[in-house]
């Protein structure tokens, strides 16, 4: 069982940015595809980015080229860099854990569905 708390959310303007980060425990020496999904109020939860164990990225189209995902696998963390915020990435962001060395994605999110792991949450707000 693996364990995933996120941290670093907040309220920023527009075109700043923000890191979050999510910290993994448990069984983490197994192989994982780490994801970050977000949900808007009344929208369903979709896919941000996604980090494979040879550090391949992929990204949702809408955060191509603003977000970049990261993970340090030493001591078991996966990272979000956020820039030139929009009012549209206010969201509650979710990080996920897929067993496996390689991510699915389709159109560049990662695929919901194969993600067994996920935090609790961090809110982030842009104004």
């Known amino acids: 069982h693996v364990q995933l708390v996120e941290s670093g959310g907040g309220s920023v303007q527009a075109g700043e940015s923000l890191t979050l980060t999510c910290a993994a425990s448990?069984?983490?020496?197994?192989?994982?595809?780490m994801g970050w999904f977000r949900q808007a109020p009344g929208k369903e939860r979709g896919g941000v980015a996604s980090?494979?164990?040879?550090?391949?990225?992929s990204y949702a189209t809408s955060v191509k080229g603003r977000f970049n995902i990261s993970r340090d696998t030493a001591v078991g963390t996966v990272y979000l860099q956020m820039n030139s915020l929009k009012s549209e990435d206010t969201a509650m962001y979710y990080c996920?854990?897929?067993?496996?060395?390689?991510?699915?994605?389709?159109?560049?999110?990662?695929?919901?569905?194969?993600?067994?792991?996920w935090g609790q949450g961090t809110q982030v707000t842009v104004s």
């Open positions: 448990g069984h983490t020496n197994s192989k994982f595809c």
């Open positions: 980090i494979d164990n040879d550090g391949m990225t």
């Open positions: 996920a854990a897929a067993i496996g060395r390689y991510c699915r994605t389709f159109d560049g999110s990662p695929v919901e569905s194969d993600f067994v792991y």
